[in-house]
């Protein structure tokens, strides 16, 4: 059997080594404290983002026809895990909302010109679940599964529990797109609590621009399944 041991299997040295909070001692350890909490947020929320994108890469290619219904229970499976990972994300907001202003203030300078903005695994995520204009390669791949199984997604939406694994991929969906509204809307409040007017280090208006950003994904399967309340 191998000797592997625990730290050697998730590379605790090197994961450990990746936190440097650029405030110098000189300022004191609250502030040291406060600027590793905000470090390992953005580092967490982007091992997150990892797993989330590729959670939704392969659901969407489960889906993609020719998607019999085993593809579609996997794409399932994947799409419930990307809705619960959603949630850690949302939970990481509240945690940062406890960094104290003063402290965020004080280290905020040495930042520069970085920004959540500019995450490229975020802008991959957003590719993948559009916003409330666009509908985004997973609502695309959705459809395609629906319409390959010879029906539409207002079908779907109509026959409810009767369309099978069809209707919970939609209702995964909801799920998911409901998540990524609330994680949105967390860090909006948590913006705000930390910047109030101020613009963002990214060079945004900070809490307006963000606002006009927290939209939710899959317009066309939010209105279809308002229908139902007009049979
Ligand atoms: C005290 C904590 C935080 C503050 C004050 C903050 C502030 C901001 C601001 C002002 C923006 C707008 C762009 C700009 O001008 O910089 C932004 C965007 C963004 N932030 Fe944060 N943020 C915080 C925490 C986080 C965390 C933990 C994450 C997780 C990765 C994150 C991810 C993002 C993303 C993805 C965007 C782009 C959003 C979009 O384009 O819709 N932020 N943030």
């Known amino acids: 059997m191998s000797t592997l041991k625990y730290a050697e299997y998730l590379q605790m040295e090197t994961l450990l080594s990746l936190q440097e909070p650029r405030t110098p001692h000189t300022a004191g350890r609250a502030v040291v404290l406060a600027e590793q909490l905000f470090i390992i947020t953005h580092q967490c929320c ?7 994108g590729a959670d939704l890469d392969a659901a969407a290619d489960a889906l993609l026809p020719p998607g019999e219904t085993l593809d579609l229970e996997l794409a ?12 850690v994300l949302q939970q ?4 940062l909302e406890k960094l104290p ?10 930042l520069g010109t970085a920004s959540g903005a500019q995450s490229a695994q975020f802008r991959r995520l957003t590719t993948l679940l559009g916003n409330s204009h666009h509908q985004g390669s997973l609502y695309e791949a959705f459809a395609a599964a629906v319409e390959y199984h010879g029906q539409s997604v207002h ?3 109509r026959r409810g ?6 209707h919970r991929l939609a209702e995964a969906l909801v799920d998911l797109g409901n998540g990524y509204w609330h994680w949105k809307v967390a860090h ?3 913006v705000s609590r930390m910047v109030g007017e101020e613009g963002g280090t990214g060079g945004s208006s ?6 006009r950003r927290t939209t939710r994904p899959f317009p066309e399967l939010r209105r279809l399944r308002g229908t139902v309340h007009h049979p």
């Not at 982007?46 to 989330?52: G, R, V």
Request: glycine fraction near 4%; aromatic fraction near 14%; proline fraction near 0%.
């Open 46 to 52: 982007e091992l997150w983002l990892k797993q989330l």
């Open 188 to 190: 909006l409040a948590l």
């Open 206 to 211: 900070g809490v307006d621009f963000l606002a």
């Open 155 to 157: 079908d779907i939406c």
């Open 101 to 110: 202003l003063r402290y965020f203030a004080e280290f905020r300078t040495y």
């Open 161 to 166: 529990v009767e369309a099978g694994v069809l």
């Open 92 to 95: 990481q907001m509240l945690v």
């Open 76 to 87: 399932l499976e994947f799409l419930l895990r990307a809705a619960e990972s959603i949630r």
